[in-house]
């Protein structure tokens, strides 16, 4: 028996992460490999048996995950985006979560013929959605940030709601005198938000004040962050049931908004346990369908269920919380088409149908596999559908290409001006005022203040930016800027240029993952860079063919040209760094930082066969005029407080 359960970890695990891989490859939603990889490896071949090898451990181990993953969700939740959707998230979660029970009830009622008992409790359930199906989709699309945030928040926040309500619709169902329910209703609604508040409260604050106080070490503060989520929630459960995921939701959230300790390190490895607990959740739970229980279901009711959840239950309830909303039509038509249902709803379900069925319910075994159907179903069409949607709706930025760039020197501004010349989103960060209201006045988007505050992580639009360059004369400041955005836009797309003199040492010193990739290569550090603009260096790009390649460009221009980067198909831009050296190919566009006198004869270049090569932004900052000094920002402008007009370039500047 025991060597039966370590092969079944075993295939869950490689399983669950398999399916997590294959769909990052193929850019398809997770969830969805993770159903199938659950349902093959379950009825259909019988490898995975989940109630054999775990027993009555199954589903304690379903909730405290569920519990562990709502609580990473809390973390993400900032106040300060509450304030711009907070009214929208609000009505999503009551107003347009009782339109969702209902229309997903009289679905139920109709389209599968259940009784009201039955198809009440599946309403309630089918009423969340969940972080872990809507964070994986936001990834993917790239929605505008008030889409994104809105979402988020919604999916975080109806999970302990759907649960809640769950419980209610059962406790209903089961009462003897159905005329003491709404009294009871009543009193367990009071109690269970008491008990999470009062609970979460609790948790927030041992651990702030323990990790503040340097009464937990730091080896041990992950550990100690996970026993407490998972001791109050089900210390909570005990008090009031279902009453846990709240406990977790306010817990999380608190630690997120408080300022008197660092929570970044539990954030990130709650993220790598969630990417784990919501692998191995979908392979047990969609390995715990039976095909006898699939083939019983009506494929017509199932299908017709599934249309009106989609097509009607869910436009229907965004447009009853959106109505008197600020946001745009195509803002309301995005989240009335995203709404796929994830692991709550099916442990949820689980629970309540075998209790539904102990009380002697005997349409009860329905309600796993339609609920199960409902999630395939929802993320199937919402995965798929909905970056095709978002792009229609003109709401979404997928890959993004645009820069957020870090100082704003002439060096800076040139790159950002071209970077934004191939319609790429761009932002450059300064402390140095001068910097920014030149940034501004070439038109350029911009944020006044420190790159590594707080209030600059929440403020900065990043819609459209993929990537940061820290190119600061501050060598300091270019390591500390991307190893604070590695985890925003991965390893990856953090650039940085290399250390100035005398700091090789240093460089080699510094460990892989605390500093960016270093851009354009060996000794390509600010100094060097700045001394080419002084002696009138300009950025130039160059459209590479088969009459004049990269072979040819280098031949002509030599040392005179320093690379920095290729543009290939839709503004598709990829930096020349140390690690990966340039080697663009015909069809592709060649920006590089060219001396004047680079070229044949001395003189600038010549154009190449087709007259491709050409001259890029000018290095002066733009004629007055072009911005308003009077108070206005050109457009693009945002963050920070207004500086005064440009002075001439000092060149060097904090950041």
Same mark, same amino acid.
């Not at 994830?342 to 102990?358: E, K, T, W």
């Not at 920095?564 to 839709?570: E, N, W």
């Given at each position: 028996m025991s060597d039966e359960i370590l092969r079944s970890i075993g295939i869950v695990l490689l399983l669950g992460v398999g399916a997590q891989w294959l769909a990052w490859r193929l850019?398809?939603?997770?969830? +969805?490999? $993770? %159903?199938?990889?659950?349902?093959?490896?379950?009825?259909? =071949?019988?490898? @995975?048996?989940?109630? *054999?090898?775990? #027993?009555?451990?199954?589903?304690?181990?379903?909730?405290?995950?569920?519990a562990l993953i709502l609580f990473e969700g809390g973390l993400t939740l900032k106040f300060s985006e509450w304030r711009a959707v907070g009214g929208v998230v609000r009505n999503l979660v009551t107003f347009g979560a009782l339109v969702s029970w209902l229309g997903a009830t009289l679905a139920a009622r109709w389209m599968l013929g259940w009784g009201w008992e039955l198809a009440t409790?599946?309403?309630?359930?089918?009423?969340?959605?969940?972080?872990?199906?809507?964070?994986?989709?936001?990834?993917?699309?790239?929605?505008?940030?008030?889409?994104?945030?809105?979402?988020?928040?919604?999916?975080?926040?109806?999970?302990?709601?759907?649960?809640? +309500?769950? $419980? %209610?619709?059962?406790?209903?169902?089961?009462?003897?005198? =159905?005329?003491? @329910?709404?009294?009871? *209703?009543?009193? #367990?609604?009071?109690?269970?938000?008491?008990?999470?508040?009062?609970?979460?409260?609790?948790?927030?604050?041992?651990?702030?004040?323990?990790?503040?106080?340097?009464?937990?070490?730091?080896?041990?503060?992950?550990?100690?962050?996970?026993?407490?989520?998972?001791?109050?929630?089900?210390?909570?459960?005990?008090?009031?049931?279902?009453?846990?995921?709240?406990?977790?939701?306010?817990?999380g959230v608190l630690l997120a908004n408080q300022k008197a300790v660092d929570m970044h390190h539990v954030l990130r490895f709650k993220e790598n346990l969630r990417v784990l607990l919501i692998s191995l959740l979908f392979i047990l739970l969609a390995a715990r369908i039976e095909l006898d229980q699939l083939r019983a279901l009506s494929l017509g009711g199932v299908g017709g269920m599934l249309l009106a959840l989609v097509g009607l239950v869910r436009p229907v309830s965004v447009l009853v919380a959106t109505g008197r909303s600020k946001l745009k039509w195509p803002e309301r038509w995005f989240l009335a088409g995203l709404a796929p249902r994830?692991?709550?709803?099916?442990?949820?379900?689980?629970?309540?149908?075998?209790?539904?069925?102990?009380a002697g319910n005997e349409q009860a075994r329905e309600l796993v596999p339609v609920i199960f159907m409902m999630i395939v179903g929802t993320v199937a069409i919402y995965g798929l559908g909905a970056l095709p949607l978002a792009r229609w709706l003109g709401v979404s930025s997928p890959g993004p290409q645009g820069a957020l760039i870090v100082g704003g020197s002439r060096l800076a501004r040139m790159l950002a001006?071209?970077?934004?010349?191939?319609?790429?989103?761009?932002?450059?960060?300064?402390?140095?005022?001068?910097?920014?209201?030149?940034?501004?006045?070439?038109?350029?988007?911009?944020?006044?203040?420190?790159?590594?505050s707080e209030a600059a992580t929440e403020e900065i639009d990043l819609a459209g930016i993929g990537r940061l360059l820290a190119l600061t004369p501050n060598d300091e400041v270019n390591f500390l800027a991307a190893l604070h955005f590695r985890e925003q836009f991965g390893r990856s797309e953090v650039y940085q240029l290399p250390p100035g003199p005398g700091s090789e040492k240093r460089r080699h010193g510094v460990a892989q993952q605390f500093h960016g990739r270093f851009l354009f290569g060996e000794g390509r550090n600010w100094e060097c860079l700045e001394e080419r603009l002084l002696r009138g260096a300009a950025i130039k790009k160059t459209k590479l063919s088969k009459e004049f390649d990269y072979a040819d460009f280098r031949q002509r221009h030599g040392d005179g040209a320093v690379?920095?980067?290729?543009?290939?198909?839709?503004?598709?831009?990829?930096?020349?760094?140390?690690?990966?050296?340039?080697?663009?190919?015909?069809?592709?566009?060649?920006?590089?930082?060219?001396?004047?006198?680079s070229g044949e004869g001395g003189n600038a270049?010549?154009?190449?066969?087709?007259?491709?090569e050409r001259a890029g932004p000018a290095n002066t900052p733009a004629a007055a005029g072009a911005g308003n000094s009077a108070g206005t920002t050109a457009p693009g402008a945002r963050g920070g407080s207004s500086p005064p007009p440009a002075a001439a370039d000092t060149g060097r500047g904090g950041s």
């Open positions: 850019r398809l939603p997770s969830i +969805l490999l $993770l %159903l199938l990889a659950g349902f093959v490896g379950g009825p259909v =071949l019988g490898w @995975v048996r989940p109630d *054999a090898f775990l #027993g009555p451990l199954l589903m304690p181990f379903v909730s405290v995950s569920v409790l599946g309403g309630s359930i089918l009423v969340v959605t969940g972080p872990t199906v809507i964070m994986p989709l936001l990834r993917q699309v790239q929605p505008s940030r008030n889409l994104a945030s809105i979402l988020k928040w919604e999916g975080i926040l109806i999970d302990p709601v759907g649960a809640f +309500l769950a $419980l %209610l619709v059962f406790e209903a169902i089961v009462a003897r005198n =159905l005329a003491d @329910v709404p009294t009871e *209703a009543a009193v #367990g609604f009071a109690l269970t938000v008491v008990v999470g508040l009062v609970l979460g409260g609790v948790g927030a604050w041992l651990l702030m004040a323990g990790f503040r106080r340097y009464l937990v070490p730091d080896y041990l503060q992950n550990p100690v962050a996970l026993s407490v989520v998972v001791g109050l929630f089900v210390a909570s459960n005990l008090l009031r049931h279902e009453s846990g995921l709240l406990t977790a939701t306010v817990m994830g692991v709550v709803a099916a442990a949820v379900a689980s629970i309540f149908a075998l209790r539904l069925s102990q001006r071209s970077l934004q010349e191939e319609g790429l989103a761009v932002v450059v960060v300064d402390t140095n005022r001068e910097h920014v209201a030149a940034a501004r006045l070439e038109g350029l988007g911009t944020y006044y203040g420190n790159i590594l690379p920095l980067y290729g543009i290939a198909g839709k503004a598709q831009v990829q930096f020349a760094t140390l690690d990966k050296p340039l080697r663009p190919t015909a069809g592709q566009t060649l920006v590089s930082l060219m001396d004047p006198d270049p010549a154009a190449d066969a087709d007259g491709a």
